[in-house]
């Protein structure tokens, strides 16, 4: 499975104001792509409506899987997954959390508990599967929808601000189980992120939006060592108030 | 004070030597209002959860009068019911007056608003974003619904107490519509209120101090269902 | 939690079904009073009726309200036989075609309940009417069914026979409940009433401020009737059973059960009087 999103010329504007002004790009699978930018850069839209949770104004949003297009249905909608920024978990317990989407999927029950032990194991969760999801603090409540995410092995994976919330040793607990994404499954995964640290860790792309525009783009490397326009210059120095 | 106290006394004796009127009486009130509560809930929690879940044309006037009704005389439902079921009535032709179901369907009127509305009160309390969590999730339209009303299956189970407590308490409809008769149509509440016309207290406070028991049990299975959080 | 539903669910319909009584007896409505019924004549009757009767399963539903109500029910078509005690009402029932086969059962009487110190003087009154007469006069509290009931209907008569409009009374309580409460709130207040004489006797012992002051005038006999709701108005109406009853209660088995039923006291509450 190798499905790419491409999203093309995107416009949104909420009560007037301008969020997205013509953005493209296009989110490869195998690859992680950060989307980085300032404070109301429009990179939680981008993300929503990359993942078909929004409508757009003008432009497209379009999947493909290697050569032909994917149509929008629920068939799509189960290869791909978003976790919003403030993580909403069901009043039930972490485990029902992560098995939902496999049941409702249709798996047995059999697969269902196979699929959710492994993502508590890879994910570390193992002290938490038991309790009220309801109770959880904010940073283990992140966890868990990572986990649940990461349990639907997406072929699209977009998440906004993923670790905010976590110490470090979360972040790095949490940067891993979102490689084995890229990795095992071979999806596109989408990270919206404030920490620059963070996308230099493990982004192989990034693209930088400001006031809605994609002002720079490109391979992570060459990202960060020679950014070529000014606000992206700006942006990484920390000049940037946000 | 003597008659409280003769009564009490012998209260406690026709409950604990299980006396078969007593006990047929108590049965008859469980299983009516039991019955009318289990219809009312099949009726309104759909309902209630789809006025909280979907727009449609008239929504605003459905909760509306669903608030209204909850708050509807059981009397008067009686009446109602009772117009209906009449051999005078439309449904006269049913032979239903004055039996156990003409009773169950009254007290189903009665408690299918309370249901409804708590419902609906219930589910439109539920976070939205829910709702948007379960689709990214892989669920279809409809288990997302699903899934919003099971956010709120605390609150929709005292709904449904809620109904079974104002039915069990009622009696001006029962009364109406089953006319009281002997080991037939009579329950706990209408012979309270005929044993008490009659000065025969000791029966009288008999289902009274059961009454109060049935509404503490009810109250502790809620505790219960409470207390054990929400783990499914 | 949804399987715990799930089985409460199941239990419940299955208790609920499993206990229904068997379909096949056939149920018929006797609308009556609750004076009648409160005096738990019914109780004795219906069980002799059961054992006299050839018919087979049978089962006879007392429902039981005021006269007005009673006759209200069997006008709707919701009663098979009638057992109330209101000659005029019972004779406009017939007239307008929905009873028939009516029959004389059996009488008590009236009696005039009041405070033993009798403000009223009731106590020597020459007749019904006169009885009434002063009552009015003296000014003294009086509590009135007020629910169109046979008894209530005896007191109109009376108050009219004796000239008074009950609006000009100084203390008319029209409580709009049965005997037995209306007596309570005579009891209570200490006032005067007309009571049948059965449901006197059954509440004698709890009632501390009111004793039997006039009784014996023939205005005051309580005549009860029974009929059968005409089948040609309702042709659902169990017509074969009400038919049988009557034969049942108006013959000398039921006569005989009517003579013989008292209270805890002992007294005969009612006088059989079919012909």
Request: hydrophobic share 50%; glycine share 10%; charged share 20%.
């Amino acid at each position: 499975m190798s499905m790419s999103v491409m999203v093309g010329g995107l416009n949104k504007s909420y009560a007037g104001r301008r969020a997205l002004d013509g953005v493209s790009c296009v989110f490869e699978p195998g690859i992680i792509t950060a989307v980085v930018g300032p404070n109301g850069s429009g990179k939680t839209t981008l993300l929503r409506i990359a993942a078909m949770l929004e409508s757009m104004d003008g432009g497209s949003v379009a999947y493909t899987d290697g050569d032909s297009a994917v149509q929008p249905g629920l068939s799509l909608m189960r290869r791909v997954t978003y976790v919003s920024q403030a993580p909403v978990l069901f009043n039930t317990s972490v485990r029902e959390n992560i098995a939902y989407g496999l049941k409702a999927r249709g798996l047995t029950k059999h697969e269902v508990a196979l699929r959710v032990d492994e993502a508590i194991a890879t994910g570390g969760i193992g002290h938490l599967s038991e309790s009220d999801a309801r109770r959880l603090s904010g940073g283990e409540a992140q966890r868990v929808a990572l986990v649940r995410a990461y349990a639907l092995k997406p072929e699209a994976a977009f998440l906004d601000e993923p670790t905010s919330n976590l110490d470090p040793s979360g972040v790095a607990a949490m940067e891993a189980l979102i490689m084995r994404m890229r990795d095992e499954d071979g999806a596109a995964v989408v990270i919206v992120t404030h920490n620059i640290f963070q996308a230099r860790r493990i982004a192989d792309r990034v693209v930088f939006l400001h006031e809605g525009r994609v002002v720079e783009s490109g391979g992570a490397p060459e990202f960060f060592a020679s950014p070529q326009n000014g606000l992206t210059r700006r942006f990484l120095s920390g000049e940037m108030a946000y | 004070m003597n008659t409280i106290i003769n009564g009490l006394a012998k209260a406690i004796s026709l409950i604990l030597s299980f006396d078969r009127e007593l006990y047929a009486i108590i049965f008859l009130s469980l299983k009516v209002s039991g019955l009318a509560v289990v219809i009312a809930s099949l009726i309104g929690i759909p309902l209630g959860a789809v006025c909280a879940l979907r727009r449609f044309f008239g929504r605003g006037v459905l909760v509306t009068l669903l608030n209204t009704f909850m708050g509807l005389p059981p009397v008067v439902a009686g009446l109602a019911v009772y117009l209906f079921l009449s051999r005078s009535g439309p449904l006269g032709f049913m032979g239903l007056l004055y039996s156990p179901s003409a009773m169950v369907i009254a007290q189903a009127v009665i408690a299918m608003p309370i249901v409804a509305a708590l419902t609906w009160s219930a589910v439109a309390s539920v976070d939205a974003r829910v709702r948007e969590t379960a689709l990214t999730l892989g669920a279809t339209p409809m288990m997302a619904e699903w899934r919003m009303l099971s956010e709120a299956r605390l609150s929709v189970f005292s709904a449904v107490i809620a109904g079974f407590g104002r039915t069990m308490a009622e009696v001006g409809a029962v009364l109406m519509v089953g006319g009281n008769i002997a080991g037939y149509t009579r329950v706990m509440t209408t012979t309270i209120a005929m044993e008490t016309g009659k000065g025969s207290f000791e029966l009288a406070i008999a289902l009274g101090v059961v009454l109060i028991f049935v509404a503490f049990v009810v109250n502790v299975l809620f505790r219960m269902a409470q207390g054990r959080g929400m783990t499914v | 939690m949804k399987l715990t539903v799930r089985l409460m669910l199941i239990t419940l319909t299955a208790a609920l079904f499993l206990s229904s009584p068997a379909m096949a007896e056939t149920r018929v409505v006797l609308a009556s009073t609750t004076s009648t019924q409160n005096t738990g004549l019914f109780d004795v009757l219906l069980p002799a009726y059961y054992n006299w009767t050839k018919m087979k399963d049978v089962k006879i539903d007392v429902v039981a309200v005021g006269t007005g109500k009673a006759i209200e029910v069997a006008r709707r078509g919701d009663a098979d036989i009638l057992l109330v005690h209101d000659r005029e009402k019972e004779d406009a029932f017939i007239k307008d075609g929905y009873g028939k086969d009516r029959h004389d059962v059996m009488y008590n009487d009236f009696v005039v309940i009041g405070p033993p110190d009798d403000p009223a003087m009731a106590k020597a009154a020459t007749d019904a009417v006169d009885a009434f007469k002063r009552l009015a006069s003296s000014g003294a509290a009086f509590v009135s069914r007020g629910d169109e009931s046979g008894t209530h209907a005896k007191e109109k008569k009376l108050w009219k026979a004796a000239g008074v409009d009950t609006v000009t009374l100084k203390s008319y309580l029209s409580v709009g409940q049965g005997m037995e409460a209306t007596l309570r709130i005579t009891d209570e207040k200490g006032a005067y009433t007309l009571s049948d004489r059965a449901t006197y006797y059954v509440l004698k012992d709890s009632l501390k401020s009111v004793v039997l002051l006039y009784w014996g005038d023939p205005a005051l006999f309580n005549q009860y009737g029974v009929m059968a709701v005409n089948p040609a108005k309702f042709p659902h109406a169990h017509y074969d059973v009400a038919k049988d009853f009557i034969a049942f209660i108006a013959g000398p088995v039921g006569q005989k059960v009517i003579g013989g039923f008292k209270d805890k006291a002992g007294h005969v509450l009612f006088t059989p009087n079919a012909k």
